[in-house]
């Protein structure tokens, strides 16, 4: 009980700080929302960066960043008297209680998927019957993202496949049509068949679990480091690396990757 006073006492102490900055600091008194909006995007990215590192301080500081927006924007509301943060905190509380209507309420769940499935038909009851079911999609949203959030709110909807392991030819069949595309050489055509190959592809990772945003972050951070290491050893070598041969680019490759892989044994 102790430990929840302090949590109390901590928020409250942010809640009076950002009132001081709003008061006080020439900076603070300019922000608007939408001066901010671009700041909090880039603030959660910086979160992502640090939970994909799987650094924990960096998290710790990161969260702050981002609360300190989500109390700001409760700050400006207040001002024009529209919302104050007590409004914001009761609304998310009373919203997941009715989103959660099997810890609340008499509902029956088996599993993580009927939860997933009553949440999004909750929440289209709540916006009325007219409301549909991607229209909660943000617009602005990266593509790669976007295709993962349309395709786990049709799901929530029941619009899936009955056996994931059906996506694979489903995936096959993509990638025939966009070479198919290829060889015809009609540039519009091949971007489509392109992008519903890698709708398919992102479905796919959906089925299995595996979130495709971090797969292929994860993936870029292995060739950043990989491709430094090529350039560190081109410059031991005395050389550029468009004087290198490819041959001796891709061995110093294969070495990065082998020392990479020593490093995940230990």
Known sequence: MNHLKEKKEAFAELLEVIETLRKQCPWDKKQTFESLRSLTIEEVYELGDAILEKDL???????????????????????????????????????????????????????????????????????GRKHKVLEGVPVSLPALVKAYRIQD??????????????????????????????????????????????F?????????GINPENALEKTNHKFINRFAYVEEKAGIAGKKLNEMELEEMEAYWEEAKRLEEKEQEL
């Open 57 to 127: 301080p960096e998290v710790k500081k990161e969260l702050g960043d981002l609360m300190m927006h989500m109390v700001f924007y409760a700050s400006l509301a207040e001002e024009q008297g529209d919302f104050d943060m007590a409004d914001v905190l009761r609304g998310i509380c009373e919203k997941l209680r009715y989103r959660h209507p099997h810890i609340y309420g008499d509902v029956r769940v088996k599993d993580e998927k009927d939860v997933l499935q009553n949440w999004e038909q909750l929440k289209l009851k709540e916006k």
């Open 153 to 198: 709110k049709v799901r929530g909807a029941g619009f899936d496949w009955k056996k994931k392991e059906d996506v694979w030819e489903k995936v096959k069949e993509e990638l025939g049509e966009f070479e198919a595309e290829l060889r015809k050489g009609d540039t519009e055509k091949m971007e489509t068949e392109l992008g519903d190959f890698l």
């Open 200 to 208: 398919a592809v992102i479905n796919a990772a959906r089925l299995y």
